[in-house]
């Protein structure tokens, strides 16, 4: 897509500020490093209950600090103008429309500062703290009258100790004291080593005061809130049997009254009980959840039930898709939900009778490195529904639709960033599977100006999870390959989410397996197009992506060189290092690894590295407690000692979701991998 006009902000004051350097004759013309700095996004989007106002996050980044910077905005669904609420170099998130659609919370901080609560008076603009608190505030949830407002936040509780450490003489300098940990899940990937507390309810009055805690005990309370509309109750999800640290994956649904703290329990079922949300009546609960059968993948279910927890029923069997954040329509007549269908973020109406009504296609997430599918939404009262939408060469804008009508755009947040600039054209591109068949969805970008009478070389992208989809939205750092002279392919292989139960059932126990004949499909239909040099082939891919990699360079030599981002290597010390250890080997293996280390073995790329020949460079967060980087440097020694060319590359202080979630690192990740194969590429 070609667009005329001016340079990028950001790559004029780099310019501007390089006096040794030549100035550039003419703008940059493709998507280059130095614009993901002016990447812009909408997120968390909130319609006030009457549909005249949407409040929404908007992710920028700081060139100078190398972080995001989110800041909240309002926008008139009538006109499309729009305002920001506040000034000032803090973040702010989480806007929440009181009841009446006269105030706003939210969440912000100041540079080194803790999160805070907000009110704002919208008529007057005043801003008020509702108190200081010692940690961050989550869940934002206005009680009916809006005279509270509940939320979720960690209490710190004392560290285990075992044994007397000595008296440290006064003034003396001593190494930290031990740490001991004895909790099953003791850290995780984003937060490192988990500090000794719990996560708690808590109600605040909305005008300030004292913050008054509702739950207690050794369990973990949070997620979404929501209160009854007589106010005498919240409903939340969670785990609170006497194994809940083991049982990562059940939850249910309790009533809690805020009088007095009391719980009952309203949901008895063995799995996840998720998402409550009560309806306007407060007769009906809707929820999501499905039956836990310790497999790698579950279809999610929209469910209601009585307001005390009787008659629970699933609307959505007919639907082989998996269903998220319901949200009641203002009649009480349906629920909305959002899922994924083909590699497409779908929001749709389901009535009480089970008719599911799509409403809009191509939300779009935050996450835009990579094309996954995402997105996010609210409902007004009078059925206005504001959500994020994108596109191949769109990041995620702020969109309004409503039943029966079509979506309308409000935002064009990348607009003079993409001005003048062509970027790589994405396409369709069905796939039959090699193996059985199968249909395989994926889709090819070709460079920007693209001649179909020359040959390109070609990047295969693989997508993580591996319980996860890829989609036709804007993905950043495919763009700086294209825009380097690379036709770029990428698609869902068996295993991959949005394509109903079996289709990702079929590597439950299996993987990866049969999802390498379908990589390979991608690839061999690429080539059929006539314009993919077949000598010049790469491969990268991150997580699940990255064991991929490590597993195709294991089967076949067809790659002139290959990238394993974040990899798993030795599913044995996967399963024993990763920081969900307790049902990872659980729902993807049928045995403990000391039951069956063969099946194991079988199942893990470090088995083939006798076979490799592909020079394979390797990247992984020094962080990453997902795919831990001793992963990553088992790969790297077995390639040392086999003297396969290969480097080893950690992202300082990155984890394994942040691997390129600050610009200049993920430039120098794209420049890294693009320069790994530009040194195998056959010219």
Known sequence: MVRRGLISLVLLAALAGSAAAKPAEAPARTFQAADLFSLQSATDPQVRPDGGQIAYVREAYDIMTDRARRSIWLVDPATGAQTPIAGGAGSQASPRWSPDGRRLAYVAAGEGEKPQLYVRWMATGETARLATLPESPGGLTWSPDGRSIAFTSFVPDEPIKIGTPLAKPEGAKW???????????????????????????????????APRQLTFGAFNDGGRLAWAPDGTAILFSANRGDNWEREPQISQVYRLSVADGSLTQLTHRLGPNAEP????????????????????????????????????????????????????????????????????????????????????????????????????????????????QGSPDEPGDLAVARSGGGATRLTRLNDSLFYGKTLAKVEAMPVRSSFD????????????????????????????????????????????????????????????????????????????????????????????????????????????????????????????????????????????????????????????????????????????????????????????????????????????????????????????????ERPSQEAAEASAILAWFERYRVK
Do not use: C
Request: proline letters at 6%; glycine letters at 12%.
């Open 437 to 660: 068949g199968k249909a395989i969805d994926a889709w090819i970008m070709t460079p920007p100006n693209f001649d179909p009478a020359k040959k390109y070389p070609l990047i295969l992208e693989i997508h993580g999870g591996p319980f996860a989809a890829y989609g036709p939205v804007f993905t950043s750092e495919l763009q700086l390959y294209a825009a380097a002279g690379y036709v770029v392919v990428y698609g869902n292989p068996r295993g991959s989410t949005s394509y109903g139960f079996d289709f990702a059932d079929t590597i439950n126990d299996n993987y990866p397996s049969h999802d390498y004949d379908d990589l390979m499909s991608i690839v061999d239909t690429a080539i059929g197009k006539g314009f993919v040099d077949p000598n010049n082939l790469f491969v990268t891919g991150g997580s699940g992506g990255g064991l991929l990699t490590a597993w195709i360079v294991g089967n076949t030599g067809r790659f002139k060189a290959a990238v394993a981002q974040k990899p798993v290597i030795n599913w044995t010390s996967e399963v024993l290092t990763v920081d969900f250890y307790v049902d990872q080997a659980t729902d993807w293996f049928a045995k403990m690894p000391w039951e069956d280390n063969a099946e194991y073995w079988r199942r893990s790329p470090l088995s083939l590295v006798g076979h490799v020949t592909t020079p394979t460079m390797v990247m992984v967060g020094a962080e990453d407690r997902r795919t831990p980087g001793s992963e990553a440097e088992q790969f790297y020694q077995a390639l040392q000692l086999r003297k396969v060319p290969t480097l080893l590359v950690r992202v300082p202080g990155a984890s394994h979701h942040a691997l390129a």
């Open 175 to 209: 190494a930290d004291p031990l740490q001991v940990i004895g909790a099953v899940t003791y850290r995780a990937d984003d937060a490192g080593y988990l500090r000794t507390g719990y996560r708690r309810i808590f109600v605040i009055p909305a005008d300030g005061g």
């Open 277 to 388: 949300a009560i309806s306007p009546d407060g007769r009906t609960i809707a929820y999501v959840g499905y039956d836990e059968r310790h497999r790698g993948y579950e279809n999610a279910k929209l469910y209601l039930m009585d307001a005390d927890g009787g008659h629970p029923r699933s609307l959505t069997d007919g639907l082989d898709r998996s269903v998220g954040d319901p949200q009641w329509s203002g009649d009480g007549r349906g629920v909305y939900v959002q899922y994924d269908d083909h590699g497409l973020a779908t929001l749709a109406r389901v009535g009480l009778d089970g008719r599911i009504t799509p409403i809009a296609a191509g939300m779009s997430g935050a996450e835009m490195d990579r094309p996954y599918t995402g997105g996010e939404y609210s409902v007004s009262k009078s059925g206005l529904v504001a959500f994020t």
